[in-house]
């Protein structure tokens, strides 16, 4: 099993468990995340903690042995699922949340987050595009300016950085996550999902735009994706050439 589920009356637990590769998730690890959470909403559980085992949140994407789009749209259906469950998601992060790891992250309703924490999406390291939802919900958690350093300059943030900047809520260890999950808890969930549902209206998923579905295939099907993986591996600087 790649993740660890600890229930409890009201709080559920999950936590990514493959320290071997920081924590980095496939699919397998995916349906382990969906399934728990479609058990949370069948037991009622008010609030999900998702975190990492040390040293890690979660490194980014595994995609070994599997097709880069079937773990893309793997991912997009879980980071939805994640987003509109009805009740309250925290992010509770100590280590590097990079990738698919930030994507996780900010998909979470709240976040806590140790002040040394590592935070961002180096896609442009890799020549990848990541997908129209993942930069409106970039942009609507850490505001215009973080999401555009995040994608256009593949800047990472810590914890502290982005607690300043309200993207984090509190800073904490994952007992501090627990605690403030159980404060949460006794709130009424009706109403929690009822805002939660209004919050989510008011922020819609983007309409389907040629031109950015283009780019991204446009990106994904390029050279650089194969150097940027060579270079990744070998860790080296990759040479992009933009073809």
């Known amino acids: 099993m790649s993740v660890k589920l600890s229930w409890g009356d009201s709080v559920l637990v999950a936590t990514i468990d493959r320290p071997e590769r920081?924590?980095?998730v496939d699919q397998q690890t995916l349906f382990e995340l969906a399934s728990a959470l479609d058990e949370s909403s069948r037991q009622k559980i008010r609030v999900v903690v998702i975190t990492g085992s040390a040293p890690a949140f979660c490194a980014g994407a595994d995609?070994?042995?599997?097709?880069?789009?079937?773990?893309?749209?793997?991912?997009h259906k879980f980071l939805i699922q994640l987003a509109t469950l009805p009740s309250v998601t925290?992010?509770?992060i100590s280590g590097p949340a990079l990738g698919a790891?930030?994507?996780i992250a900010m998909s979470c309703d709240l976040r806590v987050a140790t002040a040394q924490s590592i935070i961002g999406v180096p896609a442009a390291r890799l020549g990848l595009?990541?997908?129209?939802w993942t930069v409106e919900r970039l942009a609507r958690e850490c505001s215009w300016p973080v999401a555009r350093a995040m994608l256009l300059a593949a800047r990472n943030y810590s914890g502290a950085e982005l607690a300043n900047l309200g993207s984090v809520q509190r800073i904490g260890e994952l007992e501090d996550a627990i605690n403030w999950a159980n404060e949460i808890a006794l709130l009424a969930p009706l109403s929690i999902a009822g805002h939660k549902a209004a919050l989510n209206a008011s922020s819609?998923?983007?309409?389907?735009?040629?031109?950015?579905?283009?780019?991204?295939d446009r990106a994904w099907a390029s050279n650089d994706v194969e150097e940027g993986r060579s270079a990744f591996i070998e860790k080296r600087s990759a040479k992009f050439k933009g073809e």
Do not use: C, M
């Open 90 to 92: 925290i992010a509770a």
């Open 63 to 75: 995609l070994s042995g599997v097709r880069e789009t079937e773990f893309t749209d793997a991912l």
């Open 101 to 103: 790891g930030a994507q």
């Open 129 to 132: 595009v990541v997908n129209h």
């Open 204 to 216: 819609p998923a983007p309409e389907i735009d040629q031109l950015v579905q283009s780019a991204r």
């Open 22 to 24: 920081r924590n980095a």
